[in-house]
């Protein structure tokens, strides 16, 4: 069985959801925008903007049980507020002060990794090992498409299938590794390259986070039902640089930047809810103020 395309998906998860989709959305753009402007001003040493990327991240996230053990890369802020990360815990690492910040077993968050993918084998392993323990063997591991190109992917994909591996492959392909784009990194996508190793995939575009919720439910349940792991390969856009250091400017065209600020997911699904009534000014002026104020609270910790 192959999960289905994103067009054979409903996406109607209920207002609830809806609105906790997009308040993790509104709230993470926030904290990205404060950090952003927090390195700026010599407080961070470094950033790597999640703007462009909140649907996928939120989506997936809420999409798996608060049991599931989740393997980050090290853009996946979304996630790790969603998970109980606080503002200032994330930005302490960004900052210099500490070599994570959160207790990752309390938050079942695991440490960021910057050695790209090796986060997808202590993905598998943990979930291997959990599963011999007689534990709570879910596990979600994120992963970038330049760093599906790494020998660890390959293996920790290959393990995973071979074992039965309850573990959610996300791939959240914003086209870019660094400065190298996606075309120059592999022939196929990831989502069929999974399929070669036996492990059921889909692929789908992350600017809509209902979608994404919907494709990442269903992946979850598949792994329930049928103990073995799945991957979804989530294409969205990356609105900065791949880091505050980077200046993307000298080597993207400034129609491709302008693409994927046109289509910036946040703004997009905020309108949408308005037009919808699922959020009236009120619930919006409420998480307008929540926002406010983890960035005061960030403002008064790094100025
Ligand atoms: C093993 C390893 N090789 C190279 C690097 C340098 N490096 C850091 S980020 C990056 C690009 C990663 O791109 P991708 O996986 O698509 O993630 P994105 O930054 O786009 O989220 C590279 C090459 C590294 N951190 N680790
Ligand atoms: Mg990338």
């Not at 879910?138 to 790494?150: I, K, L, N, R």
Request: glycine share 8%; with cysteine.
């Amino acid at each position: 069985m192959t999960l289905k395309s994103e067009s054979e998906y409903g996406t109607d998860p209920d207002d609830d959801t809806r609105r906790s989709l997009l308040r993790h959305m509104l709230v993470a753009r926030g904290v990205d925008e404060e950090a952003c402007q927090l390195q700026k001003q010599g407080a961070l040493d470094l950033w790597a903007s999640g703007q462009g990327q909140e649907a996928a991240q939120v989506g997936s996230a809420l999409a798996v049980p608060p049991s599931a053990t989740v393997f980050p890369s090290y853009r996946e802020h979304a996630v790790a507020l969603l998970r109980g990360v606080t503002p200032d815990q994330l930005l302490r690492q960004w900052a210099g002060r500490t070599f994570c910040g959160w207790d990752p077993r309390r938050l079942r968050f695991f440490p960021y990794t910057l050695v790209l993918a090796a986060q997808t084998l202590h993905a598998v392993g943990y979930s291997i090992g959990q599963r011999l323990q007689g534990q709570e063997d879910f596990v979600v591991v994120y992963v970038g498409d330049g760093a599906t190109s790494e020998g660890d992917m390959a293996e920790a994909m290959n393990l995973a299938a071979v074992e039965s591996a309850s573990v959610l492959f996300i791939c959240q392909n914003n086209g870019w590794a660094l400065s190298t784009p996606a075309k120059e990194q592999m022939r196929t996508s990831l989502a069929e390259r999974a399929r070669g190793f036996g492990i059921e995939s889909v692929r789908l575009s992350g600017h809509d986070p209902e979608a994404v919720f919907t494709a990442c439910s269903r992946a979850a349940a598949h792994i329930r039902a049928r103990r073995g792991p799945c991957l979804v390969e989530i294409e969205v856009g990356r609105i900065h640089g791949h880091s505050t250091s980077d200046a993307q400017e000298l080597y993207r065209s400034s129609e491709d930047i302008a693409r994927a600020r046109a289509a910036d997911p946040v703004t997009a699904y905020a309108a949408r809810l308005r037009d919808l009534g699922v959020v009236d000014r009120a619930w919006r002026d409420a998480v307008d103020a929540e926002v406010r104020e983890s960035r005061e609270l960030l403002m008064k910790e790094y100025a």
